[in-house]
């Protein structure tokens, strides 16, 4: 693929799946726009690729931001827009009686209308490319739990949004594809792990106790996730962009795998497990 002259657009490159894709397809020739929201992560990627690497400021949730991206890369007139990666998203999530609003709105303005704000810009350059969007899902949105509930809406509202944006595409050339992993090591379980500490800070210690099986149990599952390196997400990526007939639906890592088929027991049978697990691991921590 290189010498190829074709762009490609992947939103949170900061860190993780964007950074690791936004290096891959650096080095595979494409020209690469990586959005980040910070000075700060715009010089760190700059100095990590070549000259084929062009942060930009995107923060998904600011209107001026996307518009002055798409101003960018309209401008560029010596490569061909070709692929837009939706990753930019957030991890947080908790119990739906302890997480107020203000939080569910945050992570739907990110992993659900943020995704859309960019998707709907760019739609108009990538059906004249006949260009390729890959969206960044999860495993989540295949199966939810406790504590998972906020995270996990969000991502499946991004899986119904992918499966219109797919079909209303296949009249225009362009192919839609979803990314769904498993746990990938990234710095949102760091993240993930402060916000739980701090979001426990701001509940009362009555409804503490009430969910206390869940609380525990959450801990003790929590430390037994071992997240798959990135590179196996960079992988499907690749394949959605590059690939002469690219998949639909990339199942990314063997807790991909395992919720997609856990989706489709009986939800009596599926309940029993996950509270069978929760008991198990409550009564372990």
């Not at 936004?22 to 990586?34: E, P, S, T």
Request: glycine residues 8%; proline residues 4%.
């Amino acid at each position: 693929m290189k010498g190829n002259k074709l762009s490609v657009l992947i939103t949170g490159a900061s860190t993780g799946i964007g950074r690791a894709c936004a290096l891959h397809f650096d080095n595979q020739g494409f020209k690469v726009y990586g959005g980040v929201r910070n000075s700060e992560d715009y010089n760190s990627l700059l100095k990590a690729g070549s000259d084929n690497i062009q942060p930009v400021i995107l923060d998904v949730c600011k209107d001026e931001d996307v518009a002055n991206t798409l101003k960018i890369i309209w401008g560029d007139k010596d490569t061909k827009f070709y692929g837009l990666v939706n990753n930019a998203g957030i991890g947080i999530s908790g119990l739906i009686e302890a997480i107020p609003v203000s939080e569910l709105k945050r992570i739907f303005e990110v992993n659900f209308i943020g995704l859309h704000r960019v998707t709907q810009a760019f739609l108009p350059i990538i059906r004249k490319n006949k260009g390729r969007i890959v969206n960044i899902g999860s495993s989540s949105s295949f199966m939810s739990g406790p504590a998972l509930g906020p995270y996990s809406a969000s991502k499946f509202a991004l899986r119904s949004y992918n499966d219109a944006l797919r079909i209303e595409m296949k009249t225009f050339g362009v192919h839609v594809s979803l990314i769904a992993p498993g746990p990938v090591e990234s710095a949102i379980w760091e993240k993930a792990i402060k916000y739980k500490k701090e979001i426990r800070k701001k509940i009362s210690p009555e409804l503490l106790k009430d969910y206390d099986l869940f609380v525990k149990a959450g801990d003790a599952l929590f430390d037994q996730i071992k997240p798959i390196p990135t590179v196996h997400v960079v992988r499907a990526v690749q394949h959605a962009l590059t690939a002469k007939k690219p998949k639909n639906l990339y199942l990314v890592g063997k807790n991909a795998v395992m919720a997609h088929i856990f989706s489709g027991l009986p939800k009596k049978w599926s309940d029993w497990v996950f509270l069978d697990r929760i008991k198990k691991a409550a009564g372990s921590s």
